[in-house]
């Protein structure tokens, strides 16, 4: 498949997640994608360690406060832009842009303080978009025709 061309900001679909039309920043300088999560934590159900996430935080218009469970998942050590190390939950889902599907990890942390609740890294733009900071809504103004 050839590049598309993308913008600095876009919206796309998570329908692993039950989100649609969700803001989205394009940054370089991330290696992977980062949802906003108003809750994450680790729970027992069904005898399985399971992740329960809620998606988004209840300012944001698409805020449903649905629970999500996941039992595959991995954690790993994370630095921030601002250089603190945590360690964050990812989780595997899909995202659509373009009309495409693609499927890449979401680190899953709060974004409440940011204006975009869903960053998209490099891992995903890579060999996939060439970005042009000029832009913005690309996928977004194709859906809409």
Known sequence: MDQLLIGRKDKADFPDFGLTNIDVKIDSGAYSCSIDCRSVKMIELNDKQQLEVVFLNDDRPEFT????YFSNFKSKKVKSSSGHSQVRYFIFGRIVLFGNEYQTYFSLSKRSSM???????RKLLNKNFIIDTRKVNLSDNLKAK
């Not at 406060?65 to 999500?68: A, F, L, T, V």
């Not at 204006?115 to 890294?121: D, N």
């Open 65 to 68: 406060g649905e629970k999500y």
């Open 115 to 121: 204006k975009t609740p869903v960053l998209i890294g």
